[in-house]
């Protein structure tokens, strides 16, 4: 196994952990953010307040984007458990 296709392995299964992080997380960003404004736009100080929508929308994401991070992992490994004699040597 030569340090270039490590590399790659590396470089191909962060890609993936970036984009699972990311689907998740970008959009309780959006939501927390816009609740953050109408926060300050009507003084309401609860810290309380921006949990819920952002749960609900985070495991919304899941829901909607589960099946596509799922086969994409599946992807991944079905890759790398059928090239193992390959990427070995």
Same mark, same amino acid.
């Given at each position: 196994?030569? *340090?270039?296709?490590?590399?790659?392995?590396?470089? /191909?299964?962060? =890609?993936?952990?970036? @984009? @699972?992080? $990311?689907? @998740? +997380?970008? *959009? $309780?960003?959006? +939501?927390?953010? @816009?609740?953050?404004?109408?926060?300050?736009?009507?003084?309401? #100080? /609860?810290?309380?307040?921006?949990?819920? %929508?952002?749960?609900?929308?985070?495991?919304?994401?899941?829901?909607?984007?589960? %099946?596509?991070? =799922?086969?994409?992992?599946?992807? =991944?490994? $079905?890759?790398?458990?059928? #090239?193992?004699p390959l990427l070995i040597?």
């Amino acid at each position: 196994m030569t *340090p270039g296709v490590v590399l790659d392995l590396y470089r /191909e299964a962060l =890609l993936l952990v970036i @984009m @699972m992080v $990311s689907v @998740m +997380v970008v *959009p $309780s960003l959006i +939501v927390g953010l @816009m609740i953050s404004v109408f926060q300050a736009a009507t003084q309401i #100080n /609860e810290q309380t307040l921006s949990f819920l %929508p952002r749960l609900i929308v985070t495991l919304g994401a899941l829901m909607w984007f589960g %099946p596509w991070l =799922l086969t994409k992992l599946m992807d =991944l490994f $079905s890759f790398l458990f059928h #090239n193992i004699p390959l990427l070995i040597g």
